[in-house]
């Protein structure tokens, strides 16, 4: 039980909530900033598909949670269990009541691993694997590096989910690990998709068509994993456009699984019936509570859940909250931007970047949705060492 106060609350320890909290604490002459995350670790996301295809090691994705809060910026390990924000408060797991004046939500999505049946009893056994569980990244792996022939399933669903490319990455990299040691020829790739195609952009479409004709992928758009029955080694599939059903056999199978926003977020009066948070596409503020802001995944956002996404959201949330504070008109405006690189295979990357009206919004001057090799290495080296070092410090 207990007590307190602060100016700004900020609900989430990940990408966006450390940023935000990284430029606030820069810009707030006298800080009192509260950030609360139950979590001791931190993860860099991204790298988990180069941890899941043996390219690096999956503990060069983590760090202590603790060690990368700002200065000045008062952590409390505790969940948010309850929000009240008509009396401007919360209450955490421990019976804390935390009172604030403006209030940042950054909680996260969660994987949903009961969302699909049989999926819970079989991860990370009997060839079913993902590289969205960092505990089955090592298993991943394994059955990609052991994999003699047969059927490599993939699966994408149709609802919001972290980095919606990682299927497509991991994919592209066990075709090629097949092809290189020679069990190619005895393998069936076949993506199982909920989306309408391979991507999201006009202009990367046809590049990462070409990628799926030159290495034999078998795809089959609108169709979602309904369950998985791991004595069979089978997994069953809803057309959606025409609710029929479809069986297919695996040796092995990733699953992408469903995601949630916690359990606080969809039973307080912020979300919408979705689940996710009801903000202003531009300025990222609540559209009933004006002191509240929410950013990150849990954000109801049509735009690719990501960490390029959540890092530029965060520059919009942290500029109009202290304009807010200071009486002064918001001016920050979020276009929707987000980028996904989408590594095509040991060494090549198309790096897509895109907003709200699946523009193209390209960082480079050059074709970026040519694979590239400067693009790989950019994605593998240089985006991790920006990231520790910059992003979530508020610095780019």
């Not at 195609?197 to 990367?204: A, D, P």
């Not at 969809?266 to 802001?293: C, P």
């Not at 996404?309 to 202290?322: F, G, H, M, S, Y």
Request: charged share 25%.
């Amino acid at each position: 039980m207990g007590y307190l106060h602060c100016q700004v609350l900020i609900i989430g320890g990940g990408t966006a909530g450390l940023a935000v909290a990284s430029r606030l604490i820069k810009n707030l002459p006298v800080a009192d900033i509260i950030l609360i995350d139950p979590a001791d670790k931190h993860y860099y996301q991204p790298a988990w598909v180069f941890a899941g295809t043996g390219i690096t090691a999956k503990e060069a994705s983590l760090r202590d949670l603790k060690s990368l809060i700002p200065e000045r910026v008062h952590f409390i390990q505790e969940t948010a269990e309850s929000l009240h924000p008509g009396d401007n408060f919360i209450i955490t797991d421990k019976g804390k009541r935390i009172d604030y004046d403006y209030l940042v939500l950054a909680p996260g999505i969660l994987a949903d691993w009961t969302g699909i049946k049989g999926l819970r009893e079989s991860i990370g056994r009997g060839g079913v694997v993902s590289v969205y569980s960092f505990e089955h990244l090592d298993e991943t792996w394994r059955n990609i590096r052991d994999f003699q022939g047969g059927n490599a399933v993939f699966t994408l669903p149709g609802s919001p989910v972290k980095c919606p490319s990682a299927p497509q990455k991991v994919m592209y990299l066990a075709e090629e690990y097949f092809a290189r040691k020679g069990v190619r020829k005895d393998s069936n790739i076949i993506f199982f998709s909920a989306k309408d195609n391979i991507c999201e952009v006009e202009k990367y479409i046809a590049a990462l068509n070409k990628v799926i004709e030159r290495k034999r992928i078998k795809v089959f758009y609108r169709h979602r994993l309904l369950e998985i029955n791991p004595l069979a080694k089978e997994a069953t599939f809803e057309c959606l456009d025409t609710s029929r059903r479809k069986t297919a056999a695996y040796s092995m199978l990733h699953v992408t699984p469903p995601f949630k926003t916690p359990d606080f977020i969809k039973e307080s009066r912020l979300a919408q019936t979705s689940g996710f948070i009801n903000v202003d596409l531009y300025t990222l503020q609540h559209k009933q509570y004006n002191n509240v802001f929410a950013l990150g995944d849990a954000a109801d956002l049509p735009t690719s859940k990501t960490g390029a996404a959540a890092r530029k959201q965060a520059e919009v949330v942290a500029e109009n909250l202290l304009r807010l504070i200071k009486n002064r008109p918001m001016a920050g405006s979020y276009n929707g931007y987000t980028s996904c690189p989408i590594i095509t295979g040991y060494g090549k990357v198309v790096l897509m970047e895109f907003d709200y009206e699946k523009n193209p919004r390209e960082t480079f001057p050059f074709n970026q949705a040519k694979e590239r090799s400067s693009m790989y290495f950019l994605d593998k080296n240089v985006l991790p060492h920006l990231y520790w070092n910059y992003f979530i410090k508020g610095k780019l």
